[in-house]
């Protein structure tokens, strides 16, 4: 199936032209691109990647929402847009989370019988990669909205990451089903009550167990699985970051530096935050995807590639049967 991709170029730390750069990598690859920016710093592209003019930005605006409201001329506002009247099959963008979900929720809607969309990422783990939801927007939540985030993260770990019948945990301060909070606790009897064929529900587990291969989908809500994603991004980067320096620390750990550069280097890839290519924005009636202002134009690759991945495996029709055969989509009257 022929995709198109919506991208928005405003937001990127490096600017418009390498999310440009990065669309051209991901046409070379068969993926069409309609790329939403400043045509003027954006400049000529390849086949495959038609620029739609949109100087305007609302990426840094206090009032994401009201900026998306008052603002029909601005890049992301266009590009949902365009994904709302099938020009596209999905959205990218580079960096702005809030208008993003503004523009998604305006444009694009909510999909029928969800509480809330939530923000979710493949943590990149080393042979063994985590989904991780919510990871930003939703800084409060009720319990039906965290059994909803396990349906969703599972139809995701299935369809992009290829896991068959995922184990689905909740994020807590102890795996006996009695810690966390009353949400957590709630939603934990919950998905325990449900018998579903689509994941398995293992309960709780702590902060260190997220790299542990104990769960393939872990679900919180999006303040603590924001501040968790980061802390794992950091600490990735300070790990190589460290194995660099040590192996130009003299010259016996350089010679031995050479030896394992081949084997780093495969490390490195693994556990680079740019893998991903960003989180996936669900609950919508079609696909959207955030990617993180300061990535290179492999990350924007990235995620226009995964984008396109998660519309031919129809991550959206798949998560609305996984929460239609859970019974947990949203009853009337609720919100």
């Known amino acids: 199936m022929s995709v198109t991709v919506a991208v928005d170029a405003n937001g990127a730390d490096l600017g418009p032209a390498e999310v440009a750069a990065g669309a051209v990598i991901a046409a070379e690859l068969g993926v069409k691109v309609r790329l939403f920016g400043p045509a003027e710093q954006i400049g000529e592209v390849a086949e495959g990647v038609e620029v739609i003019d949109a100087p305007v930005s609302v ?6 929402a009201r900026a998306v409201r008052t603002s029909p001329e601005a890049s992301i506002v266009q590009a949902a847009r365009a994904v709302a009247n099938g020009e ?115 309960g709780n587990i702590e902060g260190n167990d997220l790299a542990a ?33 040590a192996a130009n620390s003299s010259i016996r750990a350089k010679a031995g530096g050479a030896l394992l550069r081949p084997a780093l280097r495969g490390f490195r890839d693994e556990i680079d935050p740019e893998g991903p290519g960003g989180a996936y924005l669900l609950g919508l009636r079609q696909l959207a995807v955030v990617s993180h202002g300061r990535f290179t134009r492999y990350g924007f690759s990235q995620a226009i590639l995964l984008a396109a991945r998660a519309v031919n495996g129809d991550l959206v029709g798949r998560t609305a049967a996984m929460l239609e055969a859970g019974g947990a989509l949203r009853r009337f009257g609720r919100g």
């Not at 990426?59 to 994401?64: F, H, I, M, R, T």
């Open 213 to 245: 291969n104990l769960a393939d989908v872990i679900v919180t809500d999006g303040f603590t699985g924001n501040i968790a994603l980061k802390v794992m991004e950091g600490i990735s980067q300070a790990v190589v970051g460290g194995v660099r320096e």
């Open 59 to 64: 990426a840094k605006e206090p009032d994401p």
């Open 88 to 202: 596209a099959d999905a959205l990218v963008s580079a960096g702005a989370t809030g208008a993003t979900l503004a523009a998604g929720l305006f444009e694009i809607k909510r999909a029928r019988g969800i509480y809330r969309p939530a923000l979710a990422t493949p943590v990149p783990i080393p042979a063994s990669p985590v989904t991780l939801l919510d990871v930003g927007a939703n800084v409060e939540v009720r319990s039906e909205h965290l059994v909803q985030f396990a349906y969703m993260g599972a139809a995701m770990a299935t369809t992009v990451l290829g896991q068959q019948r995922p184990r689905v945990a909740l994020l807590s301060n102890g795996s006996e089903s009695s810690r966390g909070t009353a949400v957590v606790i709630e939603a934990g009897q919950q998905l325990a009550e449900r018998r579903q064929s689509s994941f398995e529900f293992i």
